[in-house]
């Protein structure tokens, strides 16, 4: 059974950071590009990062130089270093995983800056 757990979110001020982690139970885990989503209240769910089986990674115009997405094969993490945050950054944040035919999603963490 497929499971994505996400952890380290919670309150900071604007300008402080968070680290969120992933930790996915999930077979063959190195051959799936792995995403951090986020949705805010009233709003769709949007892509933040992105990091593919090769390490090619992308990144929300919103987000790019503020936050670093990385993965660790060997422990089947992924991870999302998150700096300079703003209050717009307030979200639940959802770990992704990917590829062809399958796509699997966490329960997500919250994440609250405050101004």
């Known amino acids: 059974q497929v499971q994505l757990v996400e952890s380290g979110g919670g309150l900071v001020q604007a300008g402080g950071s968070l680290r969120l982690s992933c930790a996915a139970s999930?077979?063959?885990?190195?051959?799936?590009?792995m995403a951090w989503y986020r949705q805010a209240p009233g709003k769709q769910r949007e892509l933040v990062a992105g990091?593919?089986?090769?390490?090619?990674?992308n990144y929300s115009d919103s987000v790019k130089g503020r936050f670093t997405i990385s993965r660790d094969n060997a422990k089947k993490m992924v991870y999302l270093q998150m700096n300079s945050l703003k209050p717009e950054d307030t979200a639940v944040y959802y770990c992704?995983?990917?590829?062809?035919?399958?796509?699997?999603w966490g329960q997500g963490t919250q994440v609250t800056v405050s101004s």
């Open positions: 992704n995983a990917d590829r062809p035919r399958y796509s699997y």
């Open positions: 999930i077979t063959f885990f190195s051959i799936y590009t």
């Open positions: 990091i593919t089986s090769g390490g090619t990674t």
